[in-house]
């Protein structure tokens, strides 16, 4: 009899200027993968964001011609939105995941998060904000912007999400080969949320820890940010006030 074939994980990784923390990095994907290629396939998706550091030399020399990793470099930096199309259009999995390259969200986390992808279930939002998650030594300032956008968009949706800006999160290839988001920036991680939620798919939430960086500096412009999340808002609320009329 034949052995059932393993279903595939795609781990996409947008980079940006991390030459520092990719030692830390590489070493908790290396775990994360020893992990569970006991149960999936693992595949490996770096996106080089325009890097002006040393990153891309460095995922070169440590992956170069190495089975079950990519890398794709942008020449110039597009954004965390652009970096996820680009990511995601390089993917072969059933399963993606994407996660921070600064491991604010520790991807020692990934097993857990795929945990909670039972059957039925869409995506699996790694959430900071549910009442069983944290956030440790973020700026005040960054913990409020996410936290009140987060309420804003589950007030807006009837949703009991409570997290609409991180990352860390699990898709099935089946919701991502339907979705087209426009955003390029990081409002494109509410936008893809809102989107998969509008579509009736089925969410659920991984209560899970957002800790600061370690290294390097984040790569978040906050007011261009809020003036993207203001018009995000402002369509959202039109849409569903044509669905009224």
């Not at 944290?134 to 409020?144: A, D, I, N, Q, S």
């Not at 978040?220 to 995000?232: A, N, W």
Request: positive net charge.
């Amino acid at each position: 009899m034949e052995r059932a074939s393993k279903s595939k994980v795609s781990i996409v990784i947008p980079c940006f200027n991390e030459e520092k923390g990719l030692p830390s990095l590489i070493s908790k994907l290396e775990s994360v993968k020893n992990c569970l290629l006991e149960s999936f396939e693992v595949e490996l998706v770096f996106v080089d964001d325009g890097s002006t550091d040393a990153t891309y030399k460095l995922l070169d020399e440590k992956y170069q011609n190495v089975k079950g990793v990519q890398m794709v470099k942008h020449i110039q930096n597009r954004g965390i939105g652009a970096a996820l199309r680009t990511g995601f259009s390089k993917t072969s999995g059933d399963i993606i995941v994407t996660v921070d390259s600064d491991c604010t969200y520790d991807p020692e986390e990934i097993p857990y998060l795929l945990s909670y992808l039972k059957d039925g279930v869409d995506v699996v939002v790694g959430s900071p904000y549910h009442p069983k998650g944290k956030c440790l030594g973020v700026p005040g300032y960054r913990f409020l912007l996410s936290k009140w956008l987060s309420l804003i968009y589950s007030f807006l949706l009837k949703s009991d999400i409570h997290t609409y800006t991180g990352l860390f999160r699990a898709y099935r290839r089946s919701v991502l080969d339907e979705l087209h988001f426009v955003s390029d920036g990081f409002v494109a991680l509410a936008e893809i949320l809102i989107k998969i939620i509008l579509g009736g798919k089925k969410v659920v939430e991984y209560p899970t820890t957002l800790c600061v960086r370690q290294y390097g500096e984040s790569k978040l412009k906050i007011l261009k940010t809020i003036f993207e999340h203001l018009k995000l808002i402002s369509v959202l609320i039109l849409k569903k006030k044509t669905l009224k009329e």
